[in-house]
């Protein structure tokens, strides 16, 4: 079983950046698929971006171009690198392993998430 913590959140103004990240427990964490995700208040949970074994990513459109997500195996930790933060993105961040079926796609559905975070508390507002 994979437990994940989340770190980074807290209050940026809009066109700011913040960088979260995604300490995993886990014995083979090179094998493992991390997935970020976020809830907004009256919002449903959505997928924002995926890394795969493999490295393989994918985004959603509303954070292409703007968040970059990377991993370190040695450090079991996976990033999220937010850039151009708008009041939109305000919500809270939660990382979770993602079933995948090879090492180089990553999907971000919520379906294919099972262990997750604790989240972290992202809020932009000037």
């Known amino acids: 079983q994979l437990q994940l913590v989340e770190s980074g959140g807290g209050l940026v103004q809009p066109g700011g950046s913040l960088r979260l990240s995604c300490a995993v427990s886990?014995?083979?964490?090179?094998?493992?698929?991390i997935g970020w995700f976020r809830q907004a208040p009256g919002k449903e949970r959505e997928g924002l971006s995926c890394?795969?074994?493999?490295?393989?990513?994918i985004y959603t459109d509303s954070v292409k171009g703007r968040f970059t997500i990377s991993r370190d195996n040695a450090k079991k930790t996976v990033y999220l690198q937010m850039d151009s933060l708008k009041p939109e993105d305000t919500a809270v961040y939660y990382c979770?392993?993602?079933?995948?079926?090879?090492?180089?796609?990553?999907?971000?559905?919520?379906?294919?998430?099972?262990?997750w975070g604790q989240g972290t508390q992202v809020t932009v507002s000037s």
């Open positions: 890394i795969s074994s493999g490295g393989g990513t």
């Open positions: 979770a392993e993602v079933v995948s079926y090879d090492s180089l796609t990553c999907p971000i559905t919520i379906a294919r998430a099972r262990f």
């Open positions: 886990v014995l083979s964490f090179d094998y493992v698929a």
